[in-house]
């Protein structure tokens, strides 16, 4: 890494400002929506055509995505619909049995070192935090950026002070995970995710386990994340960050992609049966 | 989706005046229930002893079963006991055949470890009252004896020089910086260091320029040295193996498991037998370095299944996480897996410790080498001291407890230093 500025700012200089009204769709060739605002961006995250199965079972089937650059997508679906299986293969937690996946033009497959290269520019958030317990709030964050990035210490303590003071919670550095409530254990998290200067992140139910009262603490954070001109994925069943905050809404349903659009469109006429029934009965 | 009705908001509970005390009053389901913080003895007495016509009874029964017992060991211990068996041949059970002469390395090898425990106890918790009366009843026990059978006042001037020492250690940490800091680490890595060069260098202090020779390692100075080397080469050797036994490639796993099972599946005493009989043709002459040989590889087998219990304890998320922050299986490992993994295993890797401690006794059987145990045998062959066999082996089964105790009192130590981080 020769960049003289911290990922804080780069991300900060990239931000532009979200369309406020994503009103008319625009469309792509392949049927594909996404905002106005996207119109100049390239695919950072392509994926055709891909399967998993688990043993018997087949958790994707024929999953095809294209993914702009600073694009928000939101994942919705019925429990065991695939979508955290979707998004574990984007980083390669799960490997894919067929098809395609290629992220800011790095293709997923056996090589190793295609692998080491996507885990540093995908970031990723887990519903559990797997925060690690033994280290400090300030070692969990400094450890990617030392170990694997090898910047030098101060450095990256000062990168990592940074990013708490933009998750809002600087003076927690030196207590350990535990002694954090759920909200700021998943804000240190997407601070660890950060700090390693990811093109896109990641975030697999990242409210699911918290309490209600913490749950906004982190969705404000994301929000001031997608404002910034993160590429975001995001698994949820928060429809209010879904509506407010998302490019594009995506729905699985039995491995399959079922229906795709604008939240404008989810909310006020989907058009797949399957679609309307889960929107039924979380909405 | 209709429009909701407002949420009705609670009023705004007026703040406390500011300045001056306030007085905490707390809500009556927070408030303690009229207990005072002094139950007076009586009561407490007729509560918990005498709470009923069974309880009574029963109270009665067990103490009247721990005075007699209670009794009996001390009319045993203060005027049945006849502790010159052990008086007169201190030497014999402390080092047998180690050279007299050469006592001063003895006694400069305890005197080093204790600075080293000291220095341990000040940089990673703290020596409480209990481990002070810990170390006042066992040296005076110590000084007890030495005084019983006459020794020269020197031997209980070193042991109280030796005591000293560790409280010295200790008290020298208090320039250690408290707060977490780097220096701080620095400090910890350097006791840390010497804590794990001292066994090589009492070994060092015991041999070099005319010392003794491995063969008159002896009584219990030789369980003093086979136990650790046992429990830190068993760790050594487990640590792999449990790695090993948890990998993806089949080979590896494969060798492993065989090892772990092969190894578990014989007693100790057949793999003494292994290092008397075959192993000389393998490493050669020395029966000690054969014998530490066999216990580490004996003692790594158990450790590793208690490490690879603990791999399997962790949460399949650490090692996601750590795969998504970038970290490459080496680093996952060290860094993430292994630490926590080795903290939830240190309870049964202690009793494996205290286990093979115990078992260093077995060496006497069959390999010739004698340490505490096999040379009390030898103490009480001599025909003045023929009736003296309980005192024999109870002064054995005293001190192999004092250390056994001590080892899990450790060990609760660094459980409790380890768990600050516990989820």
Not at chain 1, 150 to 162: F, I, R, T, V, W
Not at chain 2, 260 to 282: K, M, Q, S, T
Not at chain 2, 347 to 369: N, S
């Amino acid at each position: 890494m020769t960049d003289e500025l911290s990922p804080v700012d780069i991300i900060a200089e990239s931000a532009g400002p979200k369309a406020a009204a994503a009103v008319q769709p625009a469309t792509n060739g392949e049927g594909e929506v996404f905002s106005p605002r996207l119109a100049g961006s390239q695919d950072i995250i392509i994926t055709e055509n891909v399967d998993k199965w688990f043993g018997d079972f087949q958790a994707l089937d024929d999953v095809s995505l294209r993914i702009k650059e600073h694009e928000i997508v939101v994942i919705l679906g019925p429990s065991g619909s695939g979508k955290s299986t979707y998004i574990r293969c984007l980083n390669r937690l799960e490997e894919h049995d067929a098809g395609r996946i290629v992220i800011d033009g790095i293709e997923l497959n056996e090589d190793v070192r295609a692998m080491a290269a996507i885990r540093s520019e995908v970031g990723m958030v887990f519903q559990q935090f797997n925060l690690f317990p033994h280290i400090s709030v300030l070692s969990n964050i400094t450890l990617g950026p030392q170990k694997v990035r090898h910047m030098p210490k101060l450095e990256a303590e000062a990168l990592a002070m940074q990013l708490l003071e933009r998750v809002g919670i600087p003076e927690q550095a030196d207590k350990f995970p535990a002694q954090l409530s759920g909200g700021q254990q998943q804000r240190v998290a997407i601070a660890r995710a950060l700090a390693m200067q990811p093109k896109i992140m990641l975030f697999d139910e990242p409210t699911s386990a918290l309490d209600p009262e913490m749950i906004k603490e982190v969705l404000d954070v994301m929000q001031e994340l997608a404002e910034s001109g993160m590429t975001m994925i995001v698994v949820t069943h928060e429809m209010g960050f879904a509506r407010e905050v998302a490019d594009r809404l995506v729905f699985f349903d039995e491995g399959a992609l079922v229906e795709q659009g604008t939240p404008e469109h989810f909310f006020t006429n989907p058009r797949e049966e399957r679609t309307k029934l889960f929107l039924s009965q979380i909405l | 989706m209709s429009e909701l009705p407002p949420i009705p908001r609670p009023e705004q509970r007026p703040l406390p005046p500011a300045g001056g005390p306030r007085k905490i009053v707390l809500p009556p389901h927070r408030q303690r229930a009229g207990r005072p913080f002094r139950v007076k003895a009586r009561e407490w007495i007729s509560r918990n002893l005498f709470p009923s016509l069974g309880g009574t009874i029963l109270t009665l029964i067990s103490a009247g079963f721990l005075g007699i017992m209670v009794v009996g060991i001390l009319w045993f211990v203060f005027f049945d006991a006849n502790w010159n068996v052990i008086t007169a041949n201190r030497w014999l059970l402390f080092a047998g055949s180690f050279p007299r002469e050469e006592a001063w390395r003895l006694w400069t090898s305890i005197a080093v470890v204790m600075f080293l425990i000291g220095l341990a106890y000040g940089t990673w918790s703290s020596l409480g009252r209990r481990d002070t009366l810990f170390i006042v009843l066992t040296g005076a026990f110590v000084i007890f004896l030495m005084a019983h059978g006459g020794a020269t006042i020197w031997s209980s001037i070193w042991f109280l020089v030796a005591i000293g020492l560790l409280y010295l250690g200790y008290y020298l940490t208090v320039w250690m910086p408290r707060e977490t800091s780097p220096r701080r680490v620095w400090h910890q890595r350097i006791v840390g260091g010497l804590l794990a060069l001292s066994l090589p260098l009492v070994l060092v202090i015991l041999m070099v320029a005319g010392g003794a020779n491995t063969r008159q390692f002896d009584g219990f100075v030789l369980n003093l040295i086979l136990a650790p080397v046992g429990i830190v080469g068993g760790l050594v050797v487990a640590i792999p193996l449990a790695l090993g036994r948890a990998s993806n490639m089949r080979t590896i796993k494969w060798t492993c498991t065989a090892y772990i099972e092969v190894v578990r599946g014989a007693p100790l005493l057949g793999w003494l037998f292994v290092a008397l009989f075959i192993l000389d043709d393998v490493i050669g002459g020395d029966l000690i370095i054969r014998t530490m040989v066999v216990l580490a590889v004996f003692t790594g087998a158990y450790m590793a299944e208690y490490i690879r219990g603990g791999l399997q304890a962790l949460p399949r998320g650490q090692y996601e996480a750590a795969q998504a922050v970038g970290l490459n299986q080496l680093q996952a490992m060290q860094l993430i897996v292994l630490p926590q993994a080795l903290r939830i295993s240190i309870p049964p890797i202690v009793g494996q410790a205290i286990a093979i401690w115990k078992d260093t006794t077995l060496v006497t059987i069959i390999l010739t080498l004698r340490e505490l145990k096999g040379n009390a045998d030898s103490a009480i062959a001599q025909s003045e001291f023929i009736p003296d066999r309980i005192e024999a082996y109870v002064f054995v089964a005293v001190v192999f407890w004092v250390v056994a105790f001590m080892m899990s009192r450790i060990s609760q130590r660094v459980e409790r230093a380890q768990g600050i981080g516990e989820r």
